[in-house]
């Protein structure tokens, strides 16, 4: 369980230092004292665990600009395009097959989002 | 957009930005960068994913045994600690850079970015990338490869395409290894583990074979010669 839990978190924290290194870099170009908010969209497909990279986030903003910030985190959900019958559905898992017919042949179209959307920055 | 707030008597003047940029572009940029040098050398390059323990340095070894005298071949090995994996394969006489990725789960693009600097492959050679052992990480990271490898072996079960689906969802290729334990593996059922396979991934191809013993080698390096971008017949 030890093992598991260090082995998810590994990632998250990649990705958390990502989005603190494209969030500072955004601020510095402006010349903004320090970051408010940062608004991330997470793919519930994409392989995240978004408590994790809540938690990993908590570390990984330490002496940045980003230490006070708010995080506003929006979960996507997964949906899918069968390429055999076009049809369009919700995918709750990777291998959702499609419901009308029955298909692996499925496209996902949404749910692997990892997404800064905007930021909040003091002047 | 500005907006005013009254924090503690003085003005913070505050500004959103509208930033959307995929959280990985920094990786993605390096992993593109990659991918330009290895299509310009006319190099194949695989990104070799597995759990530990499935056989992937194996593999590696009889694949190279059987291939190196028709072309030129380079191996860098990701692992957390230890050089092992490198001295394996420089014992065969090919040239392996080790990267210890430390406290991190998987190779990143900038990591492979190095070691290609390190190794100089040579036009037209085949570069394996062994990432670190485990079915998670790895497979959000592209590193500029031509192609993902997933190699699965057969005493992990047949359930692991179901477990992790991510990883074999994103795979071009998956060997399943080991065939040679089939007969001592109760529980096993090759046909359960390729269907499992295709349910995530229908569009993988999908070789069995035991690194150990020989079988299926001889698919799984027609497919690799097949792949080359410079056909190494005419360097034979």
């Known amino acids: 369980m030890k093992n598991c839990t260090t082995f998810a978190g590994m990632h998250e924290l990649s990705i958390a230092q990502s989005i603190v290194e494209l969030a500072e870099e955004q601020a510095a170009k402006r010349r903004a004292s320090g970051v408010e908010e940062v608004e991330i969209e997470i793919g519930r497909l994409a392989g995240v665990e978004s408590q994790t990279l809540r938690f990993a986030l908590q570390s990984a903003v330490k002496n ?3 230490e ?7 979960d996507i959900d997964g949906e899918g395009r069968c390429g055999d019958c076009d049809a369009t559905f919700a995918m709750p898992e990777l291998f959702t097959p499609c419901p009308r017919c029955g298909s692996y ?11 800064l959307k905007s930021i909040i920055i003091n002047k | 957009m500005f907006m005013c707030y009254d924090h503690d008597h003085h003005y913070d003047e505050q500004a959103a930005i509208a930033v959307e940029q995929d959280i990985l572009q920094r990786n993605n940029l390096l992993a593109e960068r990659n991918r330009g040098y290895f299509e310009a ?11 530990p323990g499935s056989g992937k340095t194996s593999l590696l070894e009889e ?4 291939l190196k005298d028709r072309l030129d071949i380079y191996v860098i090995e990701g692992d957390q600690q230890t050089s092992n994996d490198a001295n ?3 014992a065969l006489s090919v040239p392996a850079f080790q990267v210890n990725t430390g406290m991190g789960c998987h190779l990143e693009a900038g990591m492979v970015n190095h070691a290609v600097r390190h190794l100089e492959p040579s036009t037209g050679a085949l570069l394996f990338i062994e990432n670190v052992g485990n079915l998670v990480c790895p497979a959000m990271f592209d590193l500029g490869e031509a192609k993902k490898v997933v190699i699965v ?3 992990e079960g047949d359930d692991k395409p179901l477990k992790y689906p991510n990883i074999f969802s994103e795979a071009d290729v998956c060997v399943i290894n ?3 334990l089939l007969p001592y593996l109760g529980g096993f059922d090759m046909r359960t583990l390729r269907d499992n396979i295709l349910k995530v991934n229908p569009r993988t191809h999908v070789f069995e074979l035991s690194a150990a013993k020989g079988d299926g080698m001889d698919a799984w390096c027609g497919w690799l010669l097949k792949n080359l971008p410079v056909s190494a017949g005419g360097n034979a």
């Open chain 2, 63 to 66: 694949t190279i045994r059987r």
């Open chain 1, 68 to 74: 006070k910030a708010h995080i506003v985190c929006h």
């Open chain 2, 178 to 180: 080991k065939t040679d």
């Open chain 2, 153 to 155: 072996s057969t005493t």
């Open chain 2, 41 to 51: 050398k006319r190099i194949l390059a695989l990104n070799l994913m597995s759990s």
């Open chain 1, 105 to 115: 042949a499925v496209r996902l179209i949404r749910g692997k989002e990892l997404r």
């Open chain 2, 88 to 90: 394996r394969i420089a």
């Open chain 1, 64 to 66: 940045t600009m980003l």
